[in-house]
């Protein structure tokens, strides 16, 4: 009787933490299901090319992936990892996140990207940088706004128009 009851207790024990384990994922990086819209412009001899590339940038469960370096290079979803992440107040009080990310991949022919980039809220900015057996082959600069852009404010109304949601006064006769 004490071995059924003890076998009962951990299988239930098992059960509720299986179920705890499913329901409590985590939480998804600050990035996740985000697409951004960068102008990429290639840097030779630290002189910035006239002609920018417009690409898509866009995050999945710690990856991204750049329509430019699959285009270009054929890397399709790169690991990243955010080696900064924080919140401060901006002189308007507001609270602005900021983000610090780095992703690096090396292939078989020793070619090594190196994509470090900045987000603050719907902003990004950053570098991709390409080196061959640790010799520098490509530099470029991005930078870009999500897709979506900035949150509108609502316009002023007008001198004399009344602010949304309520009703012009009538003027006395």
């Not at 009962?8 to 998804?28: D, N, P, R």
């Not at 990429?40 to 710690?62: C, N, P, Q």
């Not at 057996?133 to 509108?152: C, L, Q, T």
Request: hydrophobic share 30%; proline share 4%.
């Amino acid at each position: 009787m004490n071995n059924k009851k003890i076998f009962s207790i951990s299988a239930l024990t098992l059960v509720v933490i299986l179920l705890m384990s499913f329901a409590f994922k985590g939480e998804k990086d600050p990035l996740h299901k985000r697409v951004f819209n960068i102008n990429v412009t290639e840097v030779k001899d630290g002189v910035v090319a006239k002609k920018s590339t417009m690409d898509k940038m866009e995050f999945k469960d710690g990856r991204l992936f750049s329509d430019f370096l699959f285009d270009k290079y054929q890397y399709k979803w790169l690991k990243y990892r955010i080696n900064k992440d924080s919140i401060y107040t901006d002189s308007t009080d507001t609270e602005v996140r900021l983000l610090e990310v780095e992703a690096t991949i090396t292939d078989d022919k020793d070619q090594t990207i190196t994509i470090n980039f900045t987000n603050v809220e719907w902003d990004i900015e950053g570098t991709i940088k390409m080196t061959k057996s640790d010799k520098p082959k490509k530099f470029y600069d991005f930078a870009g706004r999500e897709k979506g852009g900035k949150p509108k404010k609502p316009k002023k109304p007008k001198k004399g128009e009344p602010i949304e949601g309520e009703q012009k006064m009538e003027e006395p006769k």
